[in-house]
Protein backbone atom coordinates (compact mmCIF):
# COMPACT_ATOMS: atom_id res chain seq x y z
CA UNK A 1 0.00 0.00 0.00
CA UNK A 2 1.14 3.70 -0.92
CA UNK A 3 2.46 5.22 2.37
CA UNK A 4 1.76 9.07 3.43
CA UNK A 5 2.69 10.53 6.82
CA UNK A 6 0.35 13.08 8.36
CA UNK A 7 1.84 16.61 8.01
CA UNK A 8 0.91 17.82 11.11
CA UNK A 9 2.47 15.26 13.72
CA UNK A 10 4.12 12.40 11.23
CA UNK A 11 2.65 9.65 12.01
CA UNK A 12 1.81 6.64 9.20
CA UNK A 13 -1.24 7.85 7.58
CA UNK A 14 -4.18 5.17 7.33
CA UNK A 15 -7.74 4.44 6.33
CA UNK A 16 -8.78 0.88 7.54
CA UNK A 17 -9.77 1.53 11.46
CA UNK A 18 -10.79 5.27 12.72
CA UNK A 19 -9.73 4.19 16.43
CA UNK A 20 -6.09 3.67 15.61
CA UNK A 21 -3.71 6.49 14.81
CA UNK A 22 -3.33 7.90 11.10
CA UNK A 23 -6.92 7.74 10.76
CA UNK A 24 -7.95 9.54 7.24
CA UNK A 25 -11.00 8.66 4.86
CA UNK A 26 -10.30 6.37 2.08
CA UNK A 27 -11.46 8.89 -0.71
CA UNK A 28 -8.88 11.06 0.39
CA UNK A 29 -5.62 9.15 1.47
CA UNK A 30 -5.87 7.74 -2.32
CA UNK A 31 -6.62 11.48 -4.16
CA UNK A 32 -5.22 14.19 -1.75
CA UNK A 33 -1.40 15.01 -0.31
CA UNK A 34 -0.45 16.66 2.34
CA UNK A 35 -3.11 15.33 4.63
CA UNK A 36 -3.73 15.76 8.25
CA UNK A 37 -4.27 12.74 10.20
CA UNK A 38 -7.82 12.63 12.07
CA UNK A 39 -6.47 13.73 15.05
CA UNK A 40 -4.33 17.00 14.00
CA UNK A 41 -7.37 18.14 12.09
CA UNK A 42 -9.65 17.56 15.21
CA UNK A 43 -6.69 19.54 17.48
CA UNK A 44 -6.29 22.06 14.39
CA UNK A 45 -10.10 22.78 13.69
CA UNK A 46 -11.94 21.92 17.07
CA UNK A 47 -9.35 21.94 19.76
CA UNK A 48 -9.87 18.39 20.42
CA UNK A 49 -7.49 16.15 21.26
CA UNK A 50 -7.70 11.89 20.67
CA UNK A 51 -5.99 9.06 22.51
CA UNK A 52 -3.01 7.76 21.29
CA UNK A 53 -0.88 4.59 22.19
CA UNK A 54 2.66 6.19 22.06
CA UNK A 55 4.19 6.53 25.36
CA UNK A 56 7.42 7.92 26.78
CA UNK A 57 9.99 5.23 25.49
CA UNK A 58 8.22 5.31 22.29
CA UNK A 59 9.32 9.09 22.02
CA UNK A 60 12.92 8.81 23.43
CA UNK A 61 13.41 6.09 21.01
CA UNK A 62 12.24 8.23 17.86
CA UNK A 63 14.31 11.24 18.76
CA UNK A 64 17.77 9.29 19.26
CA UNK A 65 17.09 7.91 15.66
CA UNK A 66 16.90 11.48 14.73
CA UNK A 67 19.71 12.77 16.58
CA UNK A 68 22.30 10.12 15.08
CA UNK A 69 21.20 10.86 11.89
CA UNK A 70 21.56 15.21 11.98
CA UNK A 71 24.63 17.76 11.20
CA UNK A 72 23.63 19.56 14.36
CA UNK A 73 21.06 19.80 16.94
CA UNK A 74 19.01 22.69 18.15
CA UNK A 75 17.56 21.59 21.93
CA UNK A 76 14.57 24.45 23.19
CA UNK A 77 14.93 25.52 26.77
CA UNK A 78 11.70 27.67 28.48
CA UNK A 79 13.12 30.04 30.18
CA UNK A 80 10.26 30.17 32.46
CA UNK A 81 10.05 26.32 33.01
CA UNK A 82 14.24 26.26 32.52
CA UNK A 83 14.31 23.53 35.63
CA UNK A 84 11.25 21.52 33.85
CA UNK A 85 12.41 21.84 29.97
CA UNK A 86 16.72 20.74 31.03
CA UNK A 87 16.60 17.15 31.29
CA UNK A 88 18.85 15.39 31.31
CA UNK A 89 18.49 12.91 28.19
CA UNK A 90 18.55 16.37 26.32
CA UNK A 91 22.03 16.96 28.15
CA UNK A 92 22.96 14.11 27.18
CA UNK A 93 22.53 14.66 23.54
CA UNK A 94 24.39 18.20 24.18
CA UNK A 95 27.23 16.20 25.45
CA UNK A 96 28.16 14.10 22.46
CA UNK A 97 26.31 16.60 19.46
CA UNK A 98 27.01 19.69 17.71
CA UNK A 99 24.51 22.20 18.69
CA UNK A 100 22.61 25.63 18.84
CA UNK A 101 20.85 25.51 22.17
CA UNK A 102 17.91 27.93 22.23
CA UNK A 103 16.02 29.65 25.08
CA UNK A 104 12.54 30.60 24.07
CA UNK A 105 9.69 32.50 25.79
CA UNK A 106 12.37 35.61 26.64
CA UNK A 107 9.57 37.92 26.18
CA UNK A 108 7.82 36.82 29.26
CA UNK A 109 10.36 37.91 31.70
CA UNK A 110 9.96 41.18 33.06
CA UNK A 111 10.93 43.92 31.26
CA UNK A 112 14.17 45.20 33.03
CA UNK A 113 15.89 41.98 32.54
CA UNK A 114 18.84 42.45 29.81
CA UNK A 115 19.34 39.51 27.15
CA UNK A 116 22.95 39.31 27.95
CA UNK A 117 21.95 38.94 31.58
CA UNK A 118 20.32 35.92 30.39
CA UNK A 119 22.77 34.61 27.98
CA UNK A 120 25.56 34.64 30.86
CA UNK A 121 23.45 32.18 33.30
CA UNK A 122 22.35 29.67 30.15
CA UNK A 123 26.35 29.30 29.33
CA UNK A 124 26.91 29.13 32.98
CA UNK A 125 23.84 26.53 33.37
CA UNK A 126 25.40 24.62 30.48
CA UNK A 127 29.09 24.78 31.66
CA UNK A 128 28.82 23.37 35.20
CA UNK A 129 27.21 20.18 32.94
CA UNK A 130 30.19 20.55 31.10
CA UNK A 131 28.38 21.37 27.60
CA UNK A 132 29.66 24.36 25.39
CA UNK A 133 27.25 24.60 22.20
CA UNK A 134 28.51 25.95 19.58
CA UNK A 135 25.92 28.83 19.90
CA UNK A 136 22.64 30.23 21.78
CA UNK A 137 19.83 31.87 20.13
CA UNK A 138 17.02 33.50 22.13
CA UNK A 139 13.06 33.42 20.55
CA UNK A 140 9.70 34.03 21.61
CA UNK A 141 7.48 32.26 19.22
CA UNK A 142 4.56 33.76 19.99
CA UNK A 143 5.93 37.59 18.94
CA UNK A 144 8.14 35.71 16.17
CA UNK A 145 11.25 37.28 17.63
CA UNK A 146 14.90 35.66 17.27
CA UNK A 147 14.22 32.64 14.31
CA UNK A 148 15.90 34.40 11.65
CA UNK A 149 18.93 34.63 13.81
CA UNK A 150 19.24 30.50 14.00
CA UNK A 151 19.08 30.42 10.34
CA UNK A 152 21.73 32.19 10.35
CA UNK A 153 23.29 30.41 12.81
CA UNK A 154 23.65 27.26 11.49
CA UNK A 155 24.62 29.00 7.92
CA UNK A 156 27.10 30.76 9.53
CA UNK A 157 28.02 26.64 10.99
CA UNK A 158 28.05 25.15 7.86
CA UNK A 159 28.18 27.67 5.00
CA UNK A 160 27.26 25.77 1.61
CA UNK A 161 26.70 22.55 2.93
CA UNK A 162 23.59 20.67 3.00
CA UNK A 163 22.47 20.55 6.99
CA UNK A 164 20.01 18.22 8.49
CA UNK A 165 19.11 19.77 12.05
CA UNK A 166 17.05 18.18 14.36
CA UNK A 167 14.83 20.25 16.99
CA UNK A 168 14.15 18.75 20.27
CA UNK A 169 13.07 19.27 23.33
CA UNK A 170 10.47 18.62 26.50
CA UNK A 171 6.72 18.64 25.39
CA UNK A 172 4.90 22.11 25.66
CA UNK A 173 8.17 23.97 25.10
CA UNK A 174 7.11 25.72 22.41
CA UNK A 175 8.87 23.42 19.87
CA UNK A 176 6.54 23.13 16.96
CA UNK A 177 5.75 26.68 16.98
CA UNK A 178 9.71 27.81 16.70
CA UNK A 179 9.58 25.18 13.60
CA UNK A 180 6.88 26.72 11.73
CA UNK A 181 8.33 30.23 12.25
CA UNK A 182 11.27 29.01 10.54
CA UNK A 183 9.66 27.06 7.59
CA UNK A 184 7.33 30.20 7.16
CA UNK A 185 3.75 28.27 7.55
CA UNK A 186 1.84 26.63 9.87
CA UNK A 187 2.70 23.14 8.69
CA UNK A 188 3.35 21.45 12.34
CA UNK A 189 0.44 20.69 14.04
CA UNK A 190 0.65 22.95 17.36
CA UNK A 191 -1.61 22.76 20.16
CA UNK A 192 -1.94 22.89 23.64
CA UNK A 193 -1.71 19.09 24.64
CA UNK A 194 1.40 17.53 25.66
CA UNK A 195 2.25 14.57 22.55
CA UNK A 196 1.06 16.16 19.68
CA UNK A 197 3.75 15.32 17.57
CA UNK A 198 4.26 11.57 17.34
CA UNK A 199 6.79 10.63 14.81
CA UNK A 200 9.51 12.96 12.86
CA UNK A 201 8.44 15.29 10.29
CA UNK A 202 11.37 16.60 7.68
CA UNK A 203 10.86 19.96 5.91
CA UNK A 204 13.25 22.27 4.20
CA UNK A 205 13.71 25.61 4.93
CA UNK A 206 12.21 28.09 1.80
CA UNK A 207 15.79 29.36 0.02
CA UNK A 208 18.19 27.39 2.01
CA UNK A 209 19.71 24.30 2.33
CA UNK A 210 18.78 23.34 5.58
CA UNK A 211 16.37 20.68 6.72
CA UNK A 212 14.60 21.03 9.95
CA UNK A 213 13.65 17.68 11.34
CA UNK A 214 10.84 18.10 13.94
CA UNK A 215 10.51 15.39 16.48
CA UNK A 216 7.81 13.99 19.47
CA UNK A 217 8.38 16.27 22.72
CA UNK A 218 10.20 14.32 25.31
CA UNK A 219 8.12 13.67 28.78
CA UNK A 220 10.14 14.77 31.61
CA UNK A 221 9.88 14.27 34.92
CA UNK A 222 8.91 15.93 38.07
CA UNK A 223 7.28 18.76 36.42
CA UNK A 224 3.69 19.95 39.06
CA UNK A 225 2.20 20.67 36.15
CA UNK A 226 2.15 17.39 34.87
CA UNK A 227 0.39 15.92 38.25
CA UNK A 228 -2.92 17.45 37.64
CA UNK A 229 -5.45 17.50 34.86
CA UNK A 230 -3.78 18.69 31.45
CA UNK A 231 -6.33 21.68 30.76
CA UNK A 232 -5.57 22.84 34.47
CA UNK A 233 -1.88 22.36 34.24
CA UNK A 234 -1.94 25.09 31.33
CA UNK A 235 -2.85 27.46 33.40
CA UNK A 236 0.76 26.74 34.86
CA UNK A 237 2.25 27.96 31.31
CA UNK A 238 2.21 31.75 31.29
CA UNK A 239 0.87 32.77 28.71
CA UNK A 240 2.04 36.45 29.11
CA UNK A 241 4.28 38.06 31.02
CA UNK A 242 4.78 36.45 34.69
CA UNK A 243 3.27 37.26 37.78
CA UNK A 244 5.90 38.64 39.87
CA UNK A 245 5.18 39.84 43.64
CA UNK A 246 7.93 40.84 46.56
CA UNK A 247 7.86 39.32 50.19
CA UNK A 248 9.47 40.33 53.36
CA UNK A 249 7.97 37.99 56.27
CA UNK A 250 9.29 37.37 59.91
CA UNK A 251 10.12 33.89 61.04
CA UNK A 252 7.09 31.47 61.28
CA UNK A 253 5.02 32.60 58.75
CA UNK A 254 4.02 30.20 55.86
CA UNK A 255 4.28 31.24 52.37
CA UNK A 256 1.69 29.18 49.46
CA UNK A 257 2.59 28.73 45.85
CA UNK A 258 -1.11 28.32 45.80
CA UNK A 259 -2.33 24.88 46.42
CA UNK A 260 0.21 22.96 45.43
CA UNK A 261 3.92 23.70 47.58
CA UNK A 262 4.49 25.93 50.42
CA UNK A 263 7.45 27.11 53.05
CA UNK A 264 7.88 27.71 56.48
CA UNK A 265 10.39 30.71 56.81
CA UNK A 266 13.09 29.56 59.52
CA UNK A 267 15.23 31.96 62.00
CA UNK A 268 18.91 32.63 60.37
CA UNK A 269 20.32 34.84 62.81
CA UNK A 270 20.20 38.31 61.00
CA UNK A 271 18.83 41.01 62.44
CA UNK A 272 17.12 42.14 58.93
CA UNK A 273 13.99 40.42 57.50
CA UNK A 274 15.19 38.10 54.22
CA UNK A 275 13.09 39.44 51.24
CA UNK A 276 12.40 37.70 47.89
CA UNK A 277 10.02 37.71 45.10
CA UNK A 278 8.24 35.13 43.30
CA UNK A 279 7.53 34.12 39.79
CA UNK A 280 5.12 31.68 38.27
CA UNK A 281 1.73 32.18 35.62
CA UNK A 282 -0.82 35.02 36.84
CA UNK A 283 -3.05 31.84 37.35
CA UNK A 284 -1.09 31.16 40.54
CA UNK A 285 -1.87 32.77 43.60
CA UNK A 286 0.38 33.61 46.09
CA UNK A 287 -0.63 33.72 49.95
CA UNK A 288 0.88 34.28 53.62
CA UNK A 289 -0.41 32.54 56.31
CA UNK A 290 0.13 31.27 59.80
CA UNK A 291 1.35 27.61 60.10
CA UNK A 292 -1.77 26.60 62.06
CA UNK A 293 -3.66 27.78 59.27
CA UNK A 294 -2.76 26.12 55.80
CA UNK A 295 -4.73 22.81 56.19
CA UNK A 296 -7.73 25.16 56.61
CA UNK A 297 -7.59 27.02 53.63
CA UNK A 298 -6.47 24.10 51.73
CA UNK A 299 -9.84 22.01 52.95
CA UNK A 300 -12.22 25.08 52.33
CA UNK A 301 -11.07 25.29 49.07
CA UNK A 302 -9.45 29.42 49.29
CA UNK A 303 -7.28 28.53 46.15
CA UNK A 304 -9.85 27.86 43.52
CA UNK A 305 -7.20 26.46 40.71
CA UNK A 306 -8.32 23.41 41.34
CA UNK A 307 -11.75 21.94 42.03
CA UNK A 308 -12.70 20.11 44.93
CA UNK A 309 -12.28 16.27 43.09
CA UNK A 310 -8.62 17.35 41.43
CA UNK A 311 -7.44 18.62 44.57
CA UNK A 312 -8.14 15.22 46.19
CA UNK A 313 -6.33 13.35 43.69
CA UNK A 314 -3.18 16.20 44.09
CA UNK A 315 -2.90 15.40 47.57
CA UNK A 316 -2.59 11.91 47.04
CA UNK A 317 0.82 12.44 45.66
CA UNK A 318 3.54 11.83 48.33
CA UNK A 319 4.71 15.07 50.28
CA UNK A 320 7.51 15.64 51.76
CA UNK A 321 9.25 18.42 54.01
CA UNK A 322 12.85 19.97 53.65
CA UNK A 323 15.20 22.46 55.29
CA UNK A 324 16.63 24.84 52.43
CA UNK A 325 18.53 28.06 52.71
CA UNK A 326 19.30 30.59 50.65
CA UNK A 327 21.63 33.57 49.72
CA UNK A 328 21.24 36.76 47.94
CA UNK A 329 20.69 36.38 44.75
CA UNK A 330 20.22 32.69 44.76
CA UNK A 331 16.72 31.18 43.33
CA UNK A 332 14.35 27.97 44.34
CA UNK A 333 12.92 26.99 41.42
CA UNK A 334 9.93 24.56 41.22
CA UNK A 335 9.51 22.72 38.36
CA UNK A 336 6.24 23.49 36.42
CA UNK A 337 5.36 25.80 38.82
CA UNK A 338 7.48 28.89 38.90
CA UNK A 339 10.54 30.02 41.14
CA UNK A 340 11.40 32.71 44.30
CA UNK A 341 14.41 35.22 44.14
CA UNK A 342 16.24 35.77 47.17
CA UNK A 343 16.92 39.76 46.82
CA UNK A 344 17.81 40.54 50.48
CA UNK A 345 19.06 36.80 52.42
CA UNK A 346 19.66 34.62 53.53
CA UNK A 347 16.11 33.00 53.43
CA UNK A 348 16.03 29.47 55.62
CA UNK A 349 12.71 27.43 54.38
CA UNK A 350 11.08 24.38 55.13
CA UNK A 351 9.64 23.50 52.35
CA UNK A 352 6.60 21.33 51.86
CA UNK A 353 6.30 19.53 48.29
CA UNK A 354 5.19 16.65 45.91
CA UNK A 355 8.01 13.94 46.59
CA UNK A 356 8.86 13.45 43.18
CA UNK A 357 8.37 17.17 41.91
CA UNK A 358 12.00 18.93 40.68
CA UNK A 359 13.24 21.25 43.45
CA UNK A 360 16.40 23.35 42.28
CA UNK A 361 19.08 25.47 44.25
CA UNK A 362 20.43 28.15 41.82
CA UNK A 363 22.03 31.67 40.83
CA UNK A 364 19.43 33.90 40.13
CA UNK A 365 18.54 34.21 36.26
CA UNK A 366 18.68 38.32 36.75
CA UNK A 367 19.27 40.39 39.71
CA UNK A 368 15.83 41.55 40.96
CA UNK A 369 14.98 45.38 41.17
CA UNK A 370 15.52 46.03 45.24
Known sequence: MLKK??????????????????????????????LLCQRCFKIKNYGQN????????????????????????????????????????????????????????????????????????VKRRLAEEDIVPDDI?????????????????????????????????VSNVGKSSVINLLLGNKR??????SGTTLKSINNKIPNTEITIIDTPGLIPDGRISDLIKVETGLKLVPAGEISRKTFKLDAGQVFMFDVFC?????????????????YSSKDVKYHTTREERVQELIDKGFFKILNGYEREMYFQNEFYTQVIELEENEELAIAGLGWINVKRGPLKIELTAPKDVKIVVRPGIFKAKK
Open 50 to 121: LEHSFDKEDYLKEVTENVKKSDVIIPIFDIIDFEGSFTEEILDYLRDYRSIVVINKIDLLPDFVHPTEIANW
Open 137 to 169: AFVSAKNKYGVNGIIRKIKTLFSNKKVKATVLG
Open 5 to 34: KCIGCGVELQFEDKTKEGYVPEEKFVTEEN
Open 262 to 278: RFKILETGSDTKPIFSA
Open 188 to 193: ITTSKY
